[in-house]
């Protein structure tokens, strides 16, 4: 199974799992290990209550026994299950546009003006664009797909 195959059925997992605590799926993190050592599995979940971390332990705990029986992560892995925190990382542009006016920094998966990272305020989300202004007041547009990392700045 790719990689990308792995990451989507454990969202499934997680969002499953999720609905039945009550809590939202923020984003899943897939990090195979390199040369048969243990792969990292990063779900990070939320709620407008914020979550705790009993709540963090029950997930991890649920989600640990359906992924061992499932056998989706080859190998040996570590799972780790947090709320998003103050620096969250964006999975999707539409979580970004909760965030407008506040400081965020994006890495690009190929560079951009001869650069891969910006940083700067968060302006606008429309769609699949971000617009992220910066602290000299130069604007920059972002299509999602060429964004490898967007996260806020604590």
């Not at 990070?44 to 209550?49: A, E, M, R, V, Y």
């Not at 963090?56 to 799972?79: Q, W």
């Not at 664009?129 to 972002?142: P, T």
């Amino acid at each position: 199974m790719k990689n990308q195959d792995i990451k989507t059925k454990i969202s499934e997992l997680a969002t499953i799992n999720c609905r039945i605590m009550g809590v939202d799926l923020w984003g899943v993190e897939f990090f195979p290990g390199p040369g048969g050592k243990k792969s990292i599995v990063r779900i990070f979940i939320d709620s407008d209550q914020g979550v705790s971390i009993d709540q963090c332990a029950e997930l991890s705990k649920n989600l640990s026994v359906v992924l061992d029986v499932e056998d989706i992560v080859p190998g040996s892995y570590t799972l780790e299950v947090s709320s998003p925190g103050v620096n969250r990382i964006f999975f999707s542009p539409s979580q970004a546009s909760d965030f407008i006016n506040q400081k965020i920094k994006i890495s690009l998966k190929h560079p951009k003006q001869g650069r891969r990272n910006f940083s700067g305020t968060l302006r606008s989300v429309a769609g699949e664009m971000i617009i992220v202004e910066s602290d000299s007041h130069e604007e920059w547009k972002f299509d999602w797909e060429e964004i490898d990392k967007a996260r806020l700045v604590g």
